[in-house]
């Protein structure tokens, strides 16, 4: 599948940093660099926009090593760009650490995966089919 972008950054294109890679990076696209606070909450640049073809989405998540290394990570994970969205993709980062955390140009500060949906049609019913789980919900499996 190829994507139309328009790169409006002096950064590269995103990129999948390995053959296996399902997310490509998305890098901070600034004029001077940003520091969040502990629990700061900024909107971050990318200076990308794409064009995705009906029925895909793109899942913006948050880059491991950026939240176990320097606390950074996204408070609307994952965040979605819909198939009819033309505007540039931005990145809500979190400053979860207990130091100020700085944001540079060029910084790789999320991962972009490309993913398939379907729409589906809503059926109101008054009651539900049963199954072995039934309503069990957090923790019903146990601990073990």
Known sequence: MTIRIINRS???L???ATVGSSGMDLRANLTESITLQPLDIQLISTGISIELPAGYEAQVRPRSGLALKR???????????DSDYRGE????????????????HGDRIAQMVIAAYQKVELVEVEELNDTERGAGGFGHTGEQ
């Open 71 to 81: 606390g950074l990570s996204m408070p609307n994970t994952p965040a979605t760009i």
């Open 10 to 12: 002096t950064n590269p």
């Open 14 to 16: 995103p990129t999948y």
């Open 89 to 104: 993709l931005k990145v809500i980062l979190i400053n979860l650490s207990k130091e100020p955390q700085t944001i540079h």
